[in-house]
């Protein structure tokens, strides 16, 4: 069935470094694709999104950009903040509209 | 953005009780609203769909009988975990949406609530 596959964390990274989070997914058709944070003891809230193909999702310095030959939806961004330590999801809808989650990459960033 | 709150954000409960969690769309009718299960450190699995003045939708896998749902109002939904045992905590999450669905099937934003941590001693 469709599915959603993401790196394994967690992801240790100094301040100002560069992050990169594999995310590819399997499906029938262009899903639309998601990045979500989840900072600790807090919900999930939408960091970013793409809808079609060479689409590029941004916010908060975050990039995502939908690749369909390659089916994948990697997250970059090019100097992380101790701020940004979090839970990141990627995720694609499915026809029923319904989230499919890859299982979650845990970022830490160190001062 | 849209807000999404949930009540509590913590239970404890003993083994064989029924626990309530509330589902609220503050500032919004919610058509739809989604619960899904988090299990430490994993990711978060859909246990069902529940639209508005209908029966909800379980996912495979998932008992109906005992989790719950009710949808009375566009701005309500309710999980109730029944005979709750052990094997049943986790950290139950809520999401909530305007699906307009129709043509255009680009993308239908769901708003996540803050979570409700459940604890079945």
């Known amino acids: 069935g469709d599915s959603v596959t993401q790196m394994e964390g967690p992801v240790t990274l100094s301040e100002e470094a560069c992050l990169t989070i594999?995310?590819?997914?399997?499906?029938?058709?262009?899903?639309?694709l998601f990045w979500y944070v989840q900072y600790p003891g807090e919900g999930l809230q939408l960091l970013l999104k793409?809808?079609?193909?060479?689409d590029k999702g941004s916010n908060k310095g975050f990039e995502a950009t939908y690749r369909k030959e390659t089916t994948s939806f990697h997250l970059e961004k090019g100097s992380v903040q101790v701020s940004d330590s979090a839970v990141y999801f990627c995720?694609?809808?499915?026809?029923?509209?319904?989230?499919?989650f890859g299982s979650g990459t845990r970022l830490l960033v160190r001062p | 953005g849209a807000v999404v709150s949930q009540h509590p954000s913590w239970v404890i409960c003993k083994s064989g009780t029924s626990v309530k969690i509330e589902c609220r769309s503050l500032?919004?009718?919610?058509?739809?609203m989604f619960w899904y299960r988090q299990f430490p450190k994993q990711s978060l699995m859909l246990m069902a769909t529940?639209?508005?003045?209908?029966?909800?939708?379980?996912e495979q896998g998932v008992e109906k009988d005992k989790f719950l749902i009710n949808h009375a109002s566009l701005t309500l939904s309710t999980l109730t975990v029944t005979s709750a045992h052990p094997e049943d905590s986790s950290f139950y999450i809520c999401?909530?949406?305007?699906?307009?669905?129709?043509?255009?099937?680009?993308?239908?934003?769901?708003?996540f609530g803050p979570g409700t941590r459940l604890t079945v001693l």
């Open positions: 999401s909530a949406s305007t699906l307009t669905g129709g043509t255009d099937l680009a993308y239908n934003e769901q708003f």
């Open positions: 594999n995310c590819t997914y399997t499906a029938t058709g262009y899903p639309s």
């Open positions: 793409a809808t079609k193909a060479d």
């Open positions: 995720a694609r809808m499915d026809s029923s509209y319904k989230l499919i």
């Open positions: 500032d919004f009718q919610a058509t739809t």
């Open positions: 529940s639209n508005e003045g209908s029966k909800a939708t379980y």
